[in-house]
């Protein structure tokens, strides 16, 4: 990667540090201490309101804990300008380029979207009444305190273990939170914050509640001048999806950085818990803009999240980075994982540089890995292909992670989908900038994503790379089957200023 988003991830990495302890997530006390934390007291969060907004995080792929000096994973535009000294395998893990450490970024960003969402819920839940009462009209921070009781601050904790803490770190992120201002402690008086209540009429979503904090949590915020609000939760009225999203900037060093990320959160009765994270970073500065998107998907393994034992989830996360020169370096990591370890392979895709790495790789509960595989193709100078092992994959313990065949790690989804026309065709990597990669949404007909960019009932990626053998793709649809013949499919990209753009396309979808 180029020296913007270096410097990215150096000031975001600054934010939160790593202390690896040993686990004991799962110990009778821990359990015994959650089940009555979360079955004999009564929650702070008002019942019409989502209580979670996520799939629980898995400690393996856990974001590190805050607060104790973080270690920076610096990765190059292109890995070759790696100097080889110890082996492609070597040098490629110590530069801390691994599928793991890319799903810790994803949960790092899940965090910061969730850290605080069982505060947001609770002190939002101070409001509801009167934000229900007139709908569509900003209720100014304050309107109601909310003094913060032991049952509150046990909410505070449960949100922060279902981040991939153990109580032990659970307590000790809370108690940095508390310290930087961001949680409040027992017995403080919050107001409540500036907030707006919508029903809504389409088929995604019945209500959305928009709302802001002052920097200060204890001091009111005004309703914004600007009708933007920091943070937005959509959710059926049945809680069996929910929508929530957060807005982050920065300026350093004159390099402007800007994050949007949002998880959509689908809990059906009798399937599987999901959470789809979409994230869009731009890297703004001299003179250039270099873009960077992210689709990170988490499914737990089992219907019921009861018996869905050490937080075990399907996983795939796809990366796209867009340089200023056109450029697109594409990375996609598919596995699984629970608390105690886990297995993914990871493809990365460098078609201007003309070098692909395949990577395979487990990794234990501290997120330590245990064997790493690396197969290289040098797309202009086959002689320089190599392949390298280090470690030793354990079946024993990581078999239970490992799949394949055309099913392998494949969503359960409501219906499956694919394209009238096939791809390329339909508009869909045939236009110049398009060829090598392209993506697109499924939207509910009639629904344009460039007004409702979050009504998406589905996602996915259209590749032709050098050493694929051909055009490949794939799609993960949300929706339900009756939404199928009159969805509409739009292209999705990062225009040169940083802003999201959609195109109808002429290609449409058929249930297989």
Same mark, same amino acid.
């Given at each position: ?124 839940? #101070?409001?509801?009444?009167? &934000?229900?009462? @007139? ?5 100014? $921070?304050?309107? =109601? /305190?909310?003094?913060? !009781? ?119 009765? #009798?399937?599987?818990?999901? &959470?789809?994270? @979409? ?5 703004? $500065?001299?003179? =250039? /803009?270099?873009?960077? !998107? ?134 869909? $990597? ?83």
């Amino acid at each position: 990667m180029n020296h913007l988003v270096l410097i990215f991830f150096l000031v975001f990495f600054a934010l939160i540090g790593c202390k690896k302890e040993k686990d004991e997530s799962n110990s009778l006390e821990a359990l015994v201490s959650r089940f009555l934390v979360r079955n004999l007291l009564s929650s702070s969060i008002n019942s019409e309101l989502p209580s979670n907004l996520s799939v629980a995080v898995p400690r393996s792929i856990r974001k590190p804990s805050s607060g104790l000096g973080a270690s920076v994973r610096k990765v190059p535009k292109s890995i070759k300008s790696i100097i080889s000294s110890k082996g492609i395998a070597q040098d490629t893990f110590d530069y801390g380029f691994t599928g793991q450490a890319f799903l810790t970024e994803g949960t790092s960003i899940v965090s910061e979207i969730l850290r605080d969402s069982k505060r947001d819920l609770v002190l939002v839940s #101070g409001a509801y009444g009167a &934000a229900k009462s @007139n709908p569509g009209v900003c209720i100014p $921070g304050g309107t =109601s /305190t909310v003094r913060i !009781t032991q049952t509150m601050e046990n909410e505070f904790l449960t949100g922060i273990e279902r981040l991939g803490l153990s109580p032990e770190e659970a307590r000790g992120e809370l108690v940095s939170l508390q310290n930087e201002g961001i949680l409040p402690f027992i017995g403080q008086a919050v107001p409540t914050p500036a907030m707006v209540y919508r029903t809504l009429s389409n088929n995604e979503y019945d209500v959305e509640i928009e709302y802001s904090f002052a920097e200060s949590i204890g001091t009111p915020q005004p309703c914004p001048a600007n009708n933007r609000f920091q943070k937005s939760i959509k959710f059926k009225s049945d809680k069996t999806k929910i929508f929530s999203s957060i807005t982050r900037s920065l300026k350093v060093f004159g390099i402007s950085l800007s994050v949007e990320a949002s998880i959509t959160y689908i809990s059906q009765e #009798g399937k599987k818990d999901k &959470a789809i994270l @979409n994230i869009k970073q731009v890297t703004t $500065g001299s003179g =250039s /803009t270099d873009k960077s !998107t992210t689709r990170f998907t988490f499914e737990e393994c089992e219907n019921d999240t009861n018996s869905n034992a050490n937080n075990c989830v399907t996983l795939s996360y796809s990366n796209v980075y867009d340089t200023t020169a056109g450029d697109k370096i594409t990375t996609s990591v598919k596995g699984k994982s629970n608390d105690f370890g886990g297995y993914v392979t990871t493809e990365y895709i460098d078609n201007a540089n003309q070098e692909e790495y395949y990577l395979e790789e487990t990794y234990n509960a501290n997120g330590d890995t245990e064997y790493f595989a690396v197969d290289y193709y040098d797309i202009a100078t086959p002689a320089n292909d190599d392949y390298e092992e280090l470690g030793y994959f354990d079946y024993d313990i990581y078999g239970q992670f490992y799949e394949t065949g055309a099913n392998a790690y494949q969503f359960e989804w409501d219906a499956f989908v694919d394209f009238v026309i096939a791809l390329p065709g339909g508009n869909i $990597g045939v236009d110049a900038g398009f060829i090598e990669y392209d993506a697109y949404v499924i939207m509910p007909n009639g629904v344009d994503p460039n007004t409702y960019p979050d009504e998406y009932i589905g996602w996915g990626e259209f590749f032709n790379n050098v050493n694929s053998g051909g055009p490949v793709y794939y799609i993960d649809f949300y929706g339900t089957a009756d939404q199928i013949p009159s969805a509409d499919v739009y292209r999705y990209f990062i225009d040169s200023n940083g802003n999201e753009q959609y195109t109808l396309v002429g290609n449409t979808v058929v249930q297989i």
